[in-house]
């Protein structure tokens, strides 16, 4: 695997909050979901999980609360071995928002959705209500009183986060939370993510194919591929490698093909990864 601990990102494994230890996952039919699988997130990042279709990336994601278990390797939170016992606790310390956001929700109405989680917690119905709303309010939902099952494709994505939200995890993963967003939307939902990191102090996982979402908010890149994470590190030491991305049938941002294509690679230029950033990095070269 391809490592890199320098730039911004350096960690050492005792400071994992979650760790997946050599997990592999084979589905009832026989296929091999992930293999080998090792990896670990931090305090307070936004590490990605980048891989093309078929590639793990789901299956990693639903064996971060026990969703799913593993059939070999272990799986670690907060220093706790996973197993059956202590599901309940873990999976109040990862919330999961699923690919597919129908099939998170089936309360009558908006609201109901989002208090199940902290009623399910034991916490008394004004308590729950309260989380709920403030839940709602961050992710910007209004139509509390709405049946779930006739919000649009974007808006069940975002109940769903409320949903999660609202039972204050300590991790949140997210499969392709952009996937069905307009764009106004999907901005809203990278500030969303960031935010929880920032004001909230959480960890986020997300799984997506969106190179340039990547390169835009995580603060650690994986790139999965065939079951396994093939590579991981700092954003700018992994998505400039075009021969790692092309063997995994991925792409380079457009920030990092328009900075190669233009020539802009040199010694001791800073490789952007937001377009602000290329825009600087092109307004010092002016003559
Ligand atoms: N319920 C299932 N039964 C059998 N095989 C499955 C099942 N779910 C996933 N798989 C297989 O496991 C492998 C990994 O799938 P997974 O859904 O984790 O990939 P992914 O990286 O999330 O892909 P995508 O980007 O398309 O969402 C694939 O080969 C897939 O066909
Ligand atoms: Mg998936």
């Known amino acids: 695997m391809i490592q890199t601990g320098i730039g911004k990102v350096c960690h050492s494994d005792k400071d994992a909050i979650i760790h997946v230890d050599c997990v592999t996952h084979r589905y009832p039919d026989g296929t091999q979901g992930i293999h080998n699988m090792c990896f670990s997130v ?7 999980l980048c891989g093309p279709n078929g590639a793990g990336k789901s299956t990693l994601i639903e064996h971060l609360n026990g969703l799913m278990m593993p059939d070999v390797g272990g799986v670690r939170v907060f220093g706790e071995d996973m197993c059956k016992d202590n599901l309940s606790t873990i999976r109040k310390l990862v919330g999961l928002v699923f690919q597919d956001a129908d099939s998170q929700l089936f309360s009558p109405t908006v609201l109901d959705d989002v208090m199940f989680g902290p009623l399910n917690l034991g916490l008394p119905l004004e308590e729950a209500k309260k989380r709920a709303e403030h839940a709602l309010d961050v992710v910007g ?3 509390v009183n709405k049946i779930p099952h006739n919000l649009s494709g974007g808006e069940k994505r975002l109940v769903a986060i409320a949903g999660v939200i609202a039972m ?3 991790i949140l993963a997210v499969d392709e939370p952009t996937g069905d967003l307009d764009p106004s939307n999907a901005k809203k939902m990278e500030r969303l993510l960031t935010s929880l990191r920032d004001d909230h102090g959480m960890s986020v996982v997300i799984a997506l194919h969106d190179m340039n979402m990547a390169a835009r908010i995580a603060d650690r890149v994986c790139i999965v591929k065939q079951g396994g994470i093939i590579a991981e590190g700092a954003p700018e030491d992994i998505l400039y490698n075009d021969a790692l991305l092309t063997s995994a049938g991925l792409e380079l941002p457009t ?12 010694e001791g230029v800073e490789l952007p990864l937001t377009i602000e950033q290329l825009l600087n990095v092109i307004e010092l070269k002016r003559p």
Do not use: M, Q, S
């Not at 920030?255 to 040199?266: C, I, P, Q, S, Y």
């Open 141 to 143: 939902i209004k139509g």
């Open 255 to 266: 920030v990092a093909r328009l900075f190669k294509d233009l020539g802009l690679e040199e």
């Open 42 to 48: 931090y305090p307070r990042e936004i590490v990605t």
């Open 168 to 170: 204050e995890p300590k």
